[in-house]
């Protein structure tokens, strides 16, 4: 298998939205996609986007993708590489092109000087969490994930919640 990584363009928005889809549908929340091509343009390849992406191919047809930004570590004062999605398409798995991704972040990760490379897993995906403690990526078992969407959000923002 010829695996090969390249910087998502805008013309990519597409094949992104499709991943995300699938990636979605994978982890039993397709219903909860609100991405659309357009709100991928503006995202991702859109003027202040501290978003990038990039797509994973097998002899030049799309096989996957990673979409990451930058986070902050205040007490290592350095920049931090937090991926946010990682897809490889059903048919390409088990021959290492997960693991290429991961790599490609690694790597890019180092050479922007960062000070580490997270990012999270659902507790019942077992075969990515095999990946990732082969890579030796230890999981973060004292920190618990807070999240506010929605009219939470919105609320909250606005002083109308506690």
Same mark, same amino acid.
């Given at each position: 298998?010829? &695996? !090969? =990584?390249? %910087?998502a363009t805008p013309a990519d928005a597409g094949t992104i939205l499709g991943f =995300?889809?699938?990636? +979605?549908? #994978?982890?039993k929340a397709g219903h909860?996609?609100?991405?659309?091509?357009?709100? *991928? /343009? !503006? !995202? =991702? &390849?859109? %003027?202040?986007?501290v978003t990038e +992406? +990039? *797509?994973?191919?097998? $002899?030049?047809? %799309?096989?996957?993708?990673a979409v990451w930004f930058m986070s902050y570590s205040t007490w290592q004062a350095k920049n931090g590489l937090y991926l946010e999605d990682l897809y490889v398409a059903p048919d390409h798995r088990g021959g290492g092109a997960g693991k290429l991704l991961?790599?490609? /972040?690694?790597?890019?990760?180092v050479e922007r000087g960062c000070g580490r490379f997270e990012w999270s897993v659902l507790d019942w995906n077992e075969p990515a =969490?095999?990946? #990732? $403690? +082969?890579?030796?990526?230890?999981?973060?078992?004292?920190w618990i994930r807070y999240r506010l969407t929605g009219e939470k959000l919105k609320a909250f923002a606005e002083g109308a919640a506690n």
């Amino acid at each position: 298998m010829a &695996f !090969s =990584i390249r %910087p998502a363009t805008p013309a990519d928005a597409g094949t992104i939205l499709g991943f =995300i889809t699938e990636l +979605a549908v #994978y982890e039993k929340a397709g219903h909860e996609v609100e991405a659309t091509e357009e709100t *991928i /343009l !503006s !995202s =991702i &390849f859109g %003027p202040g986007s501290v978003t990038e +992406a +990039a *797509i994973l191919e097998h $002899d030049g047809v %799309p096989a996957g993708f990673a979409v990451w930004f930058m986070s902050y570590s205040t007490w290592q004062a350095k920049n931090g590489l937090y991926l946010e999605d990682l897809y490889v398409a059903p048919d390409h798995r088990g021959g290492g092109a997960g693991k290429l991704l991961l790599r490609h /972040l690694a790597k890019l990760a180092v050479e922007r000087g960062c000070g580490r490379f997270e990012w999270s897993v659902l507790d019942w995906n077992e075969p990515a =969490i095999r990946v #990732y $403690d +082969a890579v030796g990526a230890e999981p973060q078992t004292e920190w618990i994930r807070y999240r506010l969407t929605g009219e939470k959000l919105k609320a909250f923002a606005e002083g109308a919640a506690n």
